[in-house]
T-cell receptor, first 118, second 113 residues
Framework: AQTVTQSQPEMSVQEAETVTLSCTYD???????LFWYKQPPSRQMILVIR????KQQNATENRFSVNFQKAAKSFSLKISDSQLGDAAMYFC???????????????WGLGTSLAVNP | DGGITQSPKYLFRKEGQNVTLSCEQN?????MYWYRQDPGQGLRLIYY???????QKGDIAEGYSVSREKKESFPLTVTSAQKNPTAFYLC????????????FGQGTRLTVV
């Protein structure tokens, strides 16, 4: 069974600085999808970035980028020029590319709470 | 605007009572999901449905029931058999056949009093 591990329960960063959140996963599949979600104090879950495992190029969305290391099964999130609004819980999630049955569900890490200091 | 609406935002239940959480989406998504979120435990899947009139148990289905009579609606009933129902509940959806991200509602906080 696939698992997702976020080893940093809490992190903090100074405003305008860069921070990297770690995520590792375990799978025997060769094709899959990885996601980073943000959950602010409002508790609305918001997609930050998505990576397809078959793509070698790391995904980027404005100030957010990932370092996807397929062989190491690592999927870290880098937030550049951190802003106060980036303060939130960040969850890493995995989904199989097999589009049937129980494989369609997302496998979640336990989250990293990010504080942004002014 | 298209999206997922969960209601109510806060819900209080007396012990021994059943309560139903609403989830409605107008995104024309086929698949819908219910998650439970507890502090320090991340999200756990309760039930999911890929098409109308069909649904599957997730990892923690005991004490919960669902229905999927319409594509737009996927209500979750928390029954009296659920021993520890106080939690934050999130509903999500995504198009069937596409490995896209899930879209989430704003959640319902259920408290047993």
């Amino acid at each position: 069974a696939q698992t997702v591990t976020q080893s940093q329960p809490e992190m903090s960063v100074q405003e305008a600085e860069t921070v990297t959140l770690s995520c590792t996963y375990d799978t025997s599949e060769s094709d899959y999808y990885l996601f980073w979600y943000k959950q602010p104090p409002s508790r609305q879950m918001i997609l930050v970035i998505r990576q397809e495992a078959y793509k070698q190029q790391n995904a980027t969305e404005n100030r957010f980028s990932v370092n996807f290391q397929k062989a190491a099964k690592s999927f870290s999130l880098k937030i550049s020029d951190s802003q106060l609004g980036d303060a939130a819980m960040y969850f890493c999630a995995y989904r199989s590319s097999i589009n049937a049955g129980n494989n369609r569900k997302l496998i979640w890490g336990l989250g990293t709470s990010l504080a942004v200091n002014p | 605007d298209g999206g997922i609406t969960q209601s109510p935002k806060y819900l209080f239940r007396k012990e021994g009572q059943n309560v139903t959480l609403s989830c409605e989406q107008n995104l024309n998504h086929d698949a819908m999901y219910w998650y439970r979120q507890d502090p320090g435990q991340g999200l756990r899947l309760i039930y999911y449905s890929q098409i109308v009139n069909d649904f599957q148990k997730g990892d923690i289905a005991e004490g919960y029931s669902v229905s999927r009579e319409k594509k737009e609606s996927f209500p979750l009933t928390v029954t009296s058999a659920q021993k520890n129902p106080t939690a934050f509940y999130l509903c999500a959806s995504n198009p069937y056949g596409m490995n896209t991200e899930a879209f989430f509602g704003q959640g319902t906080r259920l408290t047993v009093v």
